[in-house]
């Protein structure tokens, strides 16, 4: 018995990552951005982004979750900290425009699609007038030379 | 018979066929004409605006940008923290507006200079005010910073980052003297290296 849970807490160690659960500071810090270099704070190295990562592992230590620290962040730097714009308000616009437009897309082709597939083989061309008086006299004297 | 109602159908479902090509080229050139202006408005809106810079070279003075932000370091009679304060409440008053951040090295060493300018215009007659704005800082770090070079003067916190573009800044420090009718007179880009950069403009006003 003692040996099966001892082989069952060694299988729980070997499936869940040493890590789980444990927020770092490059998961927070690839949610905003560097105010002074615009790129996002995982990837900036400078003096600001050093102070912002700073913050973030001080706040990790204390036991902020990462929606907290984000919000921290906001609160010292404004909503244009964000590496995403907020789901709400006009930068709703962001999230909304680029699926409208492929959504858009998607109709233009099945209407394209629908149209082309009930054309209908181009009609018979309508039939030519009737020859002149002077082209029906010509036609004949063509016919006749050739006999 | 026949050749009359065909003749007939053609051009109907022709014409129906080419007002729909027509609504739909419409279509499609507002979208591109849209996409285009979103591009359009996008570059004019990141390109940094020379404007403060061209009316200062040509003699003129520029009317300087309003804005409101809260109170940081509370000082000659601007206060208390957290305060919301705005450049039209100092109207009538000389402002020496420094941009700052406590992660700027040249921001330290011009502090004592600052510093220095507050000071001898505090003891005068004359309406001047030395007013700090803190900006892409952290709020714990700029006050560490003020604690540490010993700021004396006022100084304001923008979250945001509207000031910096509206003072059409490119680095900071950056410093700008606005006479009491809300006119820039000076900028300066970059560190204050000598109290007389500012003063013999302020002198002058």
Not at chain 1, 54 to 71: F, M
Not at chain 2, 181 to 188: C, M, P, S, Y
């Amino acid at each position: 018995m003692r040996r099966a849970a001892a082989i069952l807490a060694l299988l729980l160690l070997a499936v869940v990552p040493a890590t789980a659960g444990a927020l770092t500071v490059n998961e927070v810090a690839r949610e905003v951005r560097c105010p002074t270099c615009n790129t996002p704070l995982d990837v900036s190295s400078s003096p600001a982004a050093s102070d912002m990562k700073q913050y973030i592992a001080q706040r990790i230590d204390r036991g902020w979750d990462k929606q907290r620290i984000i919000d921290g962040l906001v609160a010292e730097f404004g909503e244009g900290v964000l590496a995403t714009p907020s789901k709400s308000g006009f930068d709703l616009i962001a999230w909304l425009v680029p699926g409208l437009a492929v959504l858009a897309g998607i109709v233009a082709a099945g209407v394209l699609a629908w149209t082309w597939s009930r054309r209908r083989p181009a009609s018979t061309a309508p039939a030519p007038p009737p020859p002149t008086a002077e082209e029906a006299r010509r036609l004949d004297d063509e016919l006749r030379r050739l006999r | 018979m026949v050749a009359q109602t065909e003749e007939g159908a053609v051009p109907a479902r022709r014409g129906r066929w080419d007002r729909r090509r027509t609504i739909a080229a419409i279509a499609g050139g507002v979208v591109v004409a849209a996409v285009i202006a979103l591009l359009v408005i996008g570059l004019v809106n990141r390109d940094v605006g020379t404007s403060i810079q061209d009316a200062l070279d040509e003699g003129e003075r520029p009317d300087a940008p309003a804005f409101t932000a809260p109170v940081l370091l509370a000082a000659d009679g601007i206060g208390p923290v957290g305060s919301d304060v705005s450049l039209d409440d100092l109207k009538g008053r000389t402002v020496v507006l420094n941009f700052w951040a406590s992660w700027c090295e040249p921001c330290e060493r011009e502090a004592p200079i600052l510093n220095e300018v507050a000071r001898r215009y505090r003891s005068g007659d004359a309406p001047v005010v030395v007013l700090g704005l803190d900006v892409q800082d952290l709020s714990e770090k700029a006050l560490a910073f003020a604690r540490d070079f010993g700021i004396s003067y006022a100084s304001l916190r923008e979250a945001g980052d509207a000031a910096y573009r509206d003072y059409q800044l490119t680095g900071l420090p950056e410093t700008f003297v606005i006479d009491p009718d809300g006119r820039i007179a000076l900028k300066v880009v970059g560190e204050v290296t000598d109290p007389a950069q500012l003063t013999t403009a302020i002198d002058q006003l």
